[in-house]
């Protein structure tokens, strides 16, 4: 899982709650993405951030909310609007944003379920 | 949006046989990803090849690209009950650098 954590490794959320996980490293990338992953399914696109204090939305950023105010850090927030929240969610890193070559390092997950 | 699509879905051998999985794509690529995630982890990278390379080696693990056909196979050679895991192709497509677009998966599975 190289030089990310996430924490925590399991959440469970009532509905109508907001919750917030948390991605951090310490490989000095550049780059940051959240992702989206259900039972038998690839990985989905929540956000995306190129640079400290930018981000974008990616293929499925209803009901979610990031901030980039650190290098190294990259929150997601899970808002009571995503109607389907319970899932395995996987921040990662890769070192620069502009370069088309680099490959993505991830962390550990967070399974988040709703009660 | 999903692009890659892997081929099988799921994969049973016995250990020491080699696996071969296929990923299909749908536009023009820059490179091709393969990763590996063992059951409930996040997700380790493998192996890249760039869209003007055809194939590349990586220990036990062989990867071919055919731009022409919008497809790449991964190889495990000599596979181990450790191999036990699901196996992504991921893309990033031309004119567009900044993410990755994820296939479906092989789940592989090795018996002792």
């Known amino acids: 899982d190289g030089g990310i954590t996430q924490s925590p490794k399991y959440l469970f959320r009532k509905e109508g709650q907001n919750v917030t996980l948390s991605c951090e490293q310490n490989?000095?990338?550049?780059?940051m993405y959240w992702y989206r992953q259900d039972p038998g399914q690839g990985l989905r696109l929540i956000y995306y951030?190129?640079?400290?204090?930018?981000?974008q939305k990616g293929d499925i950023a209803e009901g979610y909310s990031v901030s980039r105010e650190k290098k190294e850090s990259f929150p997601l927030t899970v808002t009571s609007a995503q109607k389907n929240p319970t899932a395995f969610y996987l921040c990662?890193?890769?070192?620069?944003?502009?370069?088309?070559?680099?490959?993505?390092?991830f962390g550990p997950g967070t399974r988040l379920t709703v009660l | 949006s999903q692009q890659g699509e892997e081929d099988p879905q799921a994969l049973s051998i016995q250990e020491g046989e080699n696996a071969t999985m296929n990923c299909s794509y749908k536009?023009?690529?820059?490179?091709l990803q393969w990763y590996r995630q063992n059951s409930g982890r996040g997700l380790v990278h493998l192996i890249l090849?760039?869209?003007n390379e055809r194939e590349k080696h990586s220990g036990r693990l062989r990867v071919t690209l055919d731009t022409s056909k919008k497809s790449s196979s991964l190889l495990i050679t000599a596979s181990r009950a450790a191999d036990t895991a699901s196996y992504f192709c991921?893309?990033?497509?031309?004119?567009?650098?900044?993410?990755?677009?994820w296939g479906l998966g092989t789940s592989l599975a090795v018996n002792p």
């Open positions: 990662a890193s890769s070192p620069n944003g502009q370069n088309r070559y680099n490959e993505q390092f």
């Open positions: 090849i760039r869209s």
């Open positions: 536009t023009s690529i820059n490179n």
């Open positions: 951030s190129q640079i400290v204090n930018d981000f």
């Open positions: 490989l000095n990338h550049d780059a």
């Open positions: 991921a893309t990033v497509n031309a004119g567009n650098n900044r993410k990755l677009i």
